[in-house]
């Protein structure tokens, strides 16, 4: 069958499906989603069969998302940013430790996300919002963005979006600070004395 997603409530992980011609609105868990890593939204499409509970109540298994989600300006942002600090060493002569900080800095602060939803959806222990940000300001911004997009956690939450956004502000102008001469020594120094280590 196909429909639509009429009702959802992420933080709980089910709501409704309504389909064409149908008056009745179908059950649907999150549990029941195909590709796990998706979080379905209110209004996607949905392809998914059916069957009834314990209470005869319809509900939709084997549920793929069928509509195409436009990738959003933040997550571009900082795919782009990710892009420029790999390729900057080669044409700015920035520094090369540079790369694999952003990159293993945006997984692991994405997988904190992922982490932090889960443990809201089961009532446990959660990943204090400071913690978070500090990895947003050591360079795992990227990883925050797509986070918020495809996790659907901490995406409509203030003043957290408005903290996560400065901290993206004072990592890029510490990044272009390496540029200058004054941030290259720094950041050279800093470089050896992890060499030594």
Known sequence: ???KIVEWHDEKGYGFIAVADQ???IFLHVSELKHQGLRPGLNDQVSFETCEDKRKRLRAVNVSVTSVKAIPPTVLFGCSFLVFA???PLTLHSHLFLIPLYLVLSLFTWLMYAWDKKAA???QWRTAENSLHL???AGGWPGAL???HQLRHKSRKQPFKTILWLTVLLNITAFCWTFTDSGSEKIQLVADLILNL
């Open 135 to 137: 990895l947003a300001l």
């Open 1 to 3: 069958m196909k429909g």
């Open 86 to 88: 790999c390729v900057s």
């Open 121 to 123: 959806q089961l009532g």
């Open 23 to 25: 008056e009745r609105r």
């Open 146 to 148: 797509l986070a918020q």
